[in-house]
Nanobody, 123 residues
Framework: QVQLVESGGGLVQAGDSLRLSCAAS????????TGWFRQAPGKEREFVAAITWSGRNTDHADDVKGRFTISRDNAKNTAYLQMNSLKPEDTAVYYC????????????????WGQGTQVTVSS
């Protein structure tokens, strides 16, 4: 049974940092590309960042580029999202996802999803 479990969310102030983790089990993590998405209340789930299975290639959405960094540690079956200089508009539930396809900004390309972790940024 494939499981992706996010952690590390919380309530922070604007300008603070958080690091989200996504622990994977039930799959050969090092064979899957991984993405982070987020969903704010009343909005669609949107792409944040993605990383290839090797960690060699990454992609970040324009509005987080330079502030957020995706990474992974295949030895720990874990992916990370380092979030710096957080803004109130970053408030959302953050989800990690896995895909056997090439990394993508399209959520429909991801087969496996975690339950999400809440990030709230106060002004």
């Amino acid at each position: 049974q494939v499981q992706l479990v996010e952690s590390g969310g919380g309530l922070v102030q604007a300008g603070d940092s958080l690091r989200l983790s996504c622990a994977a089990s039930g799959l050969t993590f090092s064979s899957y590309n991984t993405g982070w998405f987020r969903q704010a209340p009343g909005k669609e789930r949107e792409f944040v960042a993605a990383i290839t299975w090797s960690g060699r290639n990454t992609d970040h959405a324009d509005d987080v580029k330079g502030r957020f960094t995706i990474s992974r540690d295949n030895a720990k079956n874990t992916a990370y999202l380092q979030m710096n200089s957080l803004k109130p508009e970053d408030t959302a539930v953050y989800y990690c996802a896995g895909t056997a396809r090439r990394i993508s900004r399209n959520r429909n390309d991801y087969a496996y999803w975690g339950q999400g972790t809440q990030v709230t940024v106060s002004s």
